[in-house]
C-alpha cells in the first residue's frame, strides 16, 4: 500500500467509497463523488452526468484532485486506483488487466445503459485503449478524453534522457524508467528530478510538491512492474477501435509522452474531435493546467450527456 499523503494534498472526502472487483478476483479502491454519490448503486442512477477518471502510472486518485473539487459540484465523478496504485492492492500486471479493471469499475458504478464520459491519463488513456473493444466499455462509454499519452513507442520517443534517438538512448531511458532504487522523501534535489522529467518549466513549486508526493507514494514494487507493461506497449488495434467522440489533450513540453503521441492519435482515432495542445505544459496535464482538462471534460458532458440519455 501507498505512504499515506499529506492531507493538505488529499481530493476531497468521497460521498461513497466500494470495491470493485476485477475478472480476476482483485479488489479495486473506488470513489464516488457529486450528487447522490452516497447513495448510488450499481443497477440505479444518481443525479448529474457522470464522468469516470483513471489516472496514470505511479499516480491515484489524489491525482484528480482540482478535478474532483470542480466537477463534483454538478456531475457525478468516479475515480479509482489503478491495481497497485494508491489504495488497490497490487495483482497481476498488463493491458488486459488495466481493460478488466475499468469494466469491474463501470459495473460497480453505473446502471446498466447508464452513459458517461470516460478520461483517462498517461497509463489511465491506454486503459480506455486497451479496452475500447469490450462490451461493457461500448455500452457506458459516450465520449472520451485521452490526456498525455500514447498507444506505443513510449521509450523510443521519450524525451527524459537529452540523448540523439536511437538504440542507445531507447535502452537507458527503459532502464531509467524501471529503475528499482526506492524513490525516497520528497526533497528539493527530488522535486527538481520529478519536474524536468515530468512537468513544464512555468510549474508553480506548489504543483510540483503535490505531483511529487503522489509519485513518490507509489510502492516501487508496482512502479517497476508497471514500467516494464508501458515499456512493451502496442495499442495501436485499440486506438482504431475507439469509436466515440474523442478529445486528445497535450502538453507542448511532455518528455514522457511528447506531442508526437498525441498528433498520431488524433490521426488514428475513428472520431477525434478535438487535438488540445496546452504551451509549455509537461507530462502532468490534469495537475499542471486544471482549468483546462476539466473545461474540456465539462465541453465533452455537456455535448454528449444528454437527459435523453440519463436512466430513470
Known amino acids: 500500500?501507498?505512504?499515506?499523503?499529506?492531507?493538505?494534498?488529499?481530493?476531497?472526502?468521497?460521498?461513497?467509497?466500494?470495491?470493485?472487483?476485477?475478472?480476476?478476483?482483485?479488489?479495486?479502491?473506488?470513489?464516488?463523488?457529486?450528487?447522490?454519490?452516497?447513495?448510488?448503486?450499481?443497477?440505479?442512477?444518481?443525479?448529474?452526468p457522470v464522468v469516470v477518471l483513471a489516472h496514470g502510472w505511479t499516480c491515484s486518485t489524489h491525482f484528480w484532485a482540482a478535478q474532483i473539487r470542480d466537477l463534483a459540484a454538478d456531475h457525478r465523478v468516479v475515480v479509482y486506483d489503478q491495481r497497485g496504485h494508491g489504495r488497490t492492492p497490487a495483482g497481476a500486471v498488463g493491458t488486459e488487466k488495466l481493460a478488466d479493471d475499468l469494466e469491474a469499475v463501470l459495473a460497480a458504478t453505473l446502471a446498466p445503459g447508464e452513459k458517461a464520459v470516460l478520461v483517462g491519463h498517461s497509463m489511465g488513456g491506454m486503459t480506455m485503449m486497451a479496452a475500447s473493444r469490450r462490451p461493457r466499455f461500448r455500452e457506458h462509454a459516450a465520449a472520451a478524453l485521452l490526456c498525455s499519452t500514447g498507444s506505443a513507442g513510449l521509450v523510443a520517443e521519450s524525451l527524459v534522457l537529452p540523448m540523439r534517438p536511437g538504440p542507445l538512448r531507447t535502452r537507458l531511458t527503459r532502464m531509467v524508467l524501471g529503475a528499482r532504487a526506492p524513490l525516497g522523501p520528497v526533497n528539493g534535489l527530488s522535486r527538481s528530478i520529478l519536474k524536468y522529467a515530468t512537468m513544464g518549466p512555468g510549474s508553480s513549486p506548489e504543483r510540483v510538491d503535490a505531483c511529487a508526493r503522489i509519485v513518490h507514494a507509489c510502492p516501487r514494487t508496482a512502479r517497476?512492474?508497471?514500467?516494464?507493461?508501458?515499456?512493451?506497449?502496442?495499442?495501436?488495434?485499440?486506438?482504431?477501435?475507439?469509436?466515440?467522440?474523442?478529445v486528445v489533450v497535450a502538453g507542448t513540453v511532455d518528455r514522457l509522452t511528447p506531442l508526437?503521441?498525441?498528433?498520431?492519435?488524433?490521426?488514428?482515432?475513428?472520431?477525434?474531435?478535438?487535438?488540445?495542445?496546452?504551451?509549455?505544459?509537461?507530462?502532468?496535464?490534469?495537475?499542471?493546467?486544471?482549468?483546462?482538462?476539466?473545461?474540456?471534460?465539462?465541453?465533452?458532458?455537456?455535448?454528449?450527456?444528454?437527459?435523453?440519455?440519463?436512466v430513470a
Open 260 to 310: 508526437v503521441h498525441a498528433k498520431r492519435l488524433a490521426l488514428d482515432l475513428p472520431h477525434c474531435v478535438e487535438l488540445v495542445e496546452l504551451a509549455g505544459m509537461g507530462h502532468m496535464t490534469p495537475v499542471e493546467a486544471p482549468e483546462a482538462v476539466t473545461g474540456k471534460i465539462r465541453e465533452l458532458a455537456g455535448t454528449h450527456l444528454t437527459p435523453k440519455e440519463e
Open 1 to 48: 500500500m501507498s505512504r499515506l499523503l499529506r492531507r493538505t494534498d488529499a481530493p476531497p472526502v468521497a460521498d461513497r467509497e466500494l470495491t470493485a472487483l476485477s475478472a480476476d478476483g482483485s479488489r479495486l479502491h473506488v470513489e464516488v463523488h457529486g450528487p447522490n454519490g452516497g447513495t448510488t448503486q450499481a443497477g440505479g442512477s444518481g443525479g448529474g
Open 224 to 246: 517497476v512492474a508497471w514500467s516494464h507493461v508501458l515499456g512493451e506497449l502496442d495499442l495501436d488495434e485499440g486506438v482504431r477501435a475507439l469509436t466515440v467522440p474523442t
